[in-house]
């Protein structure tokens, strides 16, 4: 679902009778707290926002003490109530929870808006404590065609400077656009975000891990291999735990290979995959000029667009993976139900004959596979086109 379609959504749940709390999930400068206060504009009523981004995370009174300045607004009628990265404080959900039974028991009207932009720590709380009580909306990297139709962007201009709203006025200035997203996206995320997830031994090697995933992004990589790349003596269970928290973070993931059980899928080499392109450019030396006329680099960036395109945007129930078996490969693999097709991505480079697309289609009954750019669906039309289209 797009930023635009997300705003009608929200807009329209706050204006019906109260009847669940309303979730925004995603990642760090996507615009959800820009979604949340054009909501609280259109509300029309009172409303209340407070973030708990702090130096220091407040405690679950926090909460409380916001919750309260809200109820006070009732007074006059219906308000609405927004608070940000909930998920920096501790017990948040068990906090929600009894506030919003206390409103539900007593009949007040106030609505409540969460905010949060780390997805493990979220879904934690969610399936703990509020289950049966909330609505989630889903606030993902911007897509392509968010990004042409707010900044007139091309198709190559997207592979290379990614989904990132708030970084598009500085692409003119590569320098201060890369920084920006090193210093006010990424820093952040892993500082704030990530290494607030759980406990984590090696910060360092996490930082490390990130870097490597996204060199490597759009390639087949043994947890073996990312150990010798990062010269740690850590084991592969610390690196796949810390994958998973990257991915929490929507920032870095690891898919897993299609197979014909979860415990092959699983104990197979992850394919690794930045879920943003601007991740991974803001660490090159290469300038947008040089990229694109670097084969090989812009093959991958273009691989990885199209990733993370399937990922970003995928519906719920839907899975993304990938196949190999020996010499033969499918870039990614889209599931829904028993529907399941085959997606290979050429941009001009050489990757051999076409014959693993054919070979899975086979082997799997899988719908005709899909090939996305030269010689297939242009990756512009590819890109604009709901995901879900693709197994119809």
């Given at each position: 679902?797009?930023?635009?379609?997300?705003?009608?959504?929200?807009?329209?749940?706050?204006?019906?009778?109260?009847?669940?709390?309303?979730?925004?999930?995603?990642?760090?400068?996507?615009?959800?707290?820009?979604?949340?206060?054009?909501?609280?504009?259109?509300?029309?009523?009172?409303?209340?926002?407070?973030?708990?981004?702090?130096?220091?995370?407040?405690?679950?009174?926090?909460?409380?003490?916001?919750?309260?300045?809200?109820?006070?607004?009732?007074?006059?009628?219906?308000?609405l109530l927004v608070l940000d990265e909930v998920q920096k404080i501790p017990r948040w959900s068990e906090a929600v929870k009894m506030l919003w039974d206390e409103d539900s028991f007593a009949?007040?009207?106030?609505?409540?808006?969460?905010?949060?932009?780390?997805?493990?720590?979220?879904?934690?709380?969610?399936?703990?404590?509020?289950?049966?009580?909330?609505?989630?909306?889903?606030?993902?990297?911007?897509?392509?065609?968010?990004?042409?139709?707010?900044?007139?962007?091309?198709?190559?201009?997207?592979?290379?400077?990614?989904?990132?709203?708030?970084?598009?006025?500085?692409?003119?200035?590569?320098?201060?656009?890369?920084?920006?997203?090193?210093?006010?996206?990424?820093?952040?995320?892993?500082?704030?975000?990530?290494?607030?997830?759980?406990?984590?031994?090696?910060?360092?090697?996490?930082?490390?891990?990130?870097?490597?995933?996204c060199s490597y992004s759009g390639q087949i990589l043994s947890y073996q291999k990312m150990i010798g790349q990062l010269q740690d003596v850590g084991n592969t269970t610390t690196l796949a735990?810390?994958?998973?928290?990257?991915?929490?973070?929507?920032?870095?993931?690891?898919?897993?290979?299609?197979?014909?059980?979860?415990?092959?899928?699983?104990?197979?080499?992850?394919?690794?995959?930045?879920?943003?392109?601007?991740?991974?450019?803001?660490?090159?030396?290469?300038?947008?000029?040089?990229?694109?006329?670097?084969?090989?680099?812009?093959?991958?960036?273009?691989?990885?667009?199209?990733?993370?395109?399937?990922?970003?945007?995928?519906?719920?129930?839907?899975?993304?993976?990938?196949?190999?078996?020996?010499?033969?490969?499918?870039?990614?693999?889209?599931?829904?139900?028993?529907?399941?097709?085959?997606?290979?991505?050429?941009?001009?480079?050489?990757?051999?004959?076409?014959?693993?697309?054919?070979?899975?289609?086979?082997?799997?009954?899988?719908?005709?596979?899909?090939?996305?750019?030269?010689?297939?669906?242009?990756?512009?039309?590819?890109?604009?086109?709901?995901?879900?289209?693709?197994?119809?």
């Amino acid at each position: 679902m797009y930023v635009r379609d997300q705003l009608a959504v929200l807009s329209a749940r706050l204006q019906q009778a109260r009847q669940f709390l309303q979730i925004l999930a995603g990642p760090r400068q996507v615009g959800k707290t820009t979604l949340a206060r054009q909501a609280m504009a259109a509300f029309g009523e009172q409303s209340h926002y407070a973030s708990a981004d702090l130096p220091a995370a407040p405690d679950a009174g926090w909460i409380e003490q916001q919750w309260r300045l809200a109820r006070l607004m009732l007074a006059q009628g219906p308000a609405l109530l927004v608070l940000d990265e909930v998920q920096k404080i501790p017990r948040w959900s068990e906090a929600v929870k009894m506030l919003w039974d206390e409103d539900s028991f007593a009949g007040r009207p106030l609505q409540v808006v969460l905010l949060g932009s780390s997805q493990f720590l979220m879904q934690q709380g969610l399936r703990e404590s509020l289950a049966g009580r909330f609505e989630l909306i889903r606030v993902s990297h911007w897509s392509f065609t968010e990004m042409r139709a707010a900044f007139g962007w091309d198709v190559d201009r997207y592979v290379y400077f990614g989904g990132y709203p708030g970084a598009a006025a500085l692409v003119e200035d590569e320098f201060r656009w890369k920084g920006y997203v090193l210093d006010s996206i990424i820093e952040p995320t892993i500082s704030r975000d990530v290494l607030q997830m759980a406990r984590i031994d090696k910060p360092a090697l996490l930082r490390r891990l990130f870097v490597l995933g996204c060199s490597y992004s759009g390639q087949i990589l043994s947890y073996q291999k990312m150990i010798g790349q990062l010269q740690d003596v850590g084991n592969t269970t610390t690196l796949a735990h810390y994958l998973s928290l990257l991915g929490g973070a929507w920032m870095l993931t690891g898919l897993d290979k299609h197979a014909g059980d979860k415990a092959r899928s699983r104990a197979a080499s992850p394919k690794l995959l930045a879920l943003n392109t601007a991740l991974i450019s803001a660490q090159l030396s290469q300038s947008f000029a040089s990229a694109r006329q670097d084969g090989e680099l812009w093959g991958r960036l273009v691989e990885s667009a199209v990733g993370a395109h399937l990922l970003n945007n995928a519906a719920p129930g839907m899975g993304v993976t990938y196949w190999r078996e020996r010499n033969q490969e499918v870039d990614f693999v889209l599931r829904h139900g028993d529907k399941v097709v085959g997606i290979e991505v050429k941009s001009g480079r050489s990757k051999g004959a076409l014959a693993g697309l054919q070979t899975f289609t086979n082997t799997f009954n899988a719908r005709p596979g899909l090939l996305v750019g030269t010689g297939g669906v242009p990756l512009e039309q590819f890109l604009a086109m709901a995901v879900e289209r693709w197994l119809e």
